[in-house]
């Protein structure tokens, strides 16, 4: 009988870790005449009601997934996201110190998403230039891409050979995939609360199995 040569299926190269990366739930909205309590400086809100069902849809999700650690930053948002998935598995929620979301200086607790809203010509040149530096006391986009990137291969060197769910940020999201494509910085921000992608890192190379899979979120 001739042998045949059928199309593989993807699976992790050896000593690679698989990072499930899921954006936190829809948080708590913004208004110009209160600030969210802050955390280190930067904005801390909890989940709006919508997102606190979108935790749970995650939840859902992911229950029958092989997670060798679940993992959030040191705000509010992502722990809560990470609640439901973790009470289920039985699991600790950890934390990684580089994974939080790019601080905003002056802009901070809130105020980042009104003048984003409004078309503000600051916002307008962090767009253009693809670099929050321009915001008073922001972190630069070098500075966060590098913390993110520390972070992300801490996680991988500590599970290879396993499949973690790491709960973050939009900007976080938008850094790890950026890196890993070589894209234009900001081509993958605007991942959707709640939505979950897909990140192989084996050493230093990063490689993109998905990006901002939402479909368990179709029935909100």
Do not use: C
Not at 85 to 91: I, K, P
Not at 204 to 219: A, K, P, S
């Amino acid at each position: 009988m001739e042998t045949e040569y059928r199309q593989p299926r993807y699976a992790p190269p050896p000593g690679a870790a698989d990072l499930i990366l899921i954006r936190h739930g829809e948080s708590a909205p913004a208004r110009a005449d209160v600030n969210f309590p802050m955390k280190d400086g930067h904005g801390d809100p909890a989940l709006h009601p919508a997102g606190e069902i979108q935790a749970v849809a995650v939840a859902q999700r992911l229950k029958n997934e092989a997670f060798a650690a679940i993992y959030a930053t040191k705000l509010t948002r992502t722990h809560q996201t990470a609640a439901p998935l973790a009470a289920h598995l039985g699991m600790e929620v950890r934390e990684n110190p580089d994974l939080h979301e790019v601080h905003l200086g002056d802009w901070d607790g809130g105020l980042y998403r009104i003048k984003a809203a409004t078309g503000d010509p600051v916002y307008q040149r962090v767009v253009a230039e693809q670099d929050w530096s321009a915001i008073p006391g922001a972190e630069s986009r070098d500075a966060f891409f590098g913390r993110v990137r520390r972070g992300l291969l801490q996680i991988a060197t500590d599970h290879a050979d396993e499949t973690v769910a790491v709960f973050v940020h939009g900007g976080v999201i938008g850094a790890a995939l950026a890196m890993a494509t070589g894209s234009e910085p900001f081509a993958f921000l605007g991942a959707a609360n709640g939505s979950i992608s897909r990140l192989v890192i084996q050493g230093e190379r990063m490689v993109v199995r998905g990006f901002n899979e939402t479909r368990h979120l179709d029935h909100l």
